[in-house]
């Protein structure tokens, strides 16, 4: 089994930036992907950002591009979301995410996780 725990959330003002940090504990053996997903109230869960187990390779969606930028650091075995720029449609409970492959991720398939950081950006 794999747990997975955030940080890093809060109340910030439009234009204003967070780092969000996961960090996976358990049955991490092996290579795996991580990522973020967030969902806002009313809304469903969606995708944010992926990031292969080398680090080499890493996508957002498109509402983020410019923005967010996913990193690792598997030594610790943690993923990063850096935001910047943030808006008031950035505001929902981020959740942190693990799989196999960046694929397996973005597909919410087989996912491990976390239980979530509420960000809230104010106007």
């Known amino acids: 089994q794999v747990q997975l725990v955030e940080s890093g959330g809060g109340l910030v003002q439009a234009g204003g930036s967070l780092r969000l940090s996961c960090t996976a504990s358990?049955?991490?053996?092996?290579?795996?992907?991580m990522g973020w997903f967030r969902q806002a109230p009313g809304k469903e869960r969606e995708w944010v950002a992926v990031?292969?187990?080398?680090?080499?390779?890493?996508y957002n969606t498109d509402s983020v591009k410019g923005r967010f930028t996913i990193s690792r650091d598997n030594a610790k075995n943690s993923v990063f979301l850096q935001m910047n720029s943030l808006k008031p449609e950035d505001t929902a409970v981020y959740y942190c995410?693990?799989?196999?492959?960046?694929?397996?991720?973005?597909?919410?398939?087989?996912?491990?996780w976390g239980q979530g950081t509420q960000v809230t950006v104010s106007p």
């Open positions: 990031i292969s187990w080398s680090g080499s390779s890493s």
């Open positions: 358990g049955r991490t053996f092996g290579r795996y992907a």
């Open positions: 995410a693990l799989a196999s492959t960046a694929g397996a991720v973005v597909q919410g398939l087989n996912n491990y």
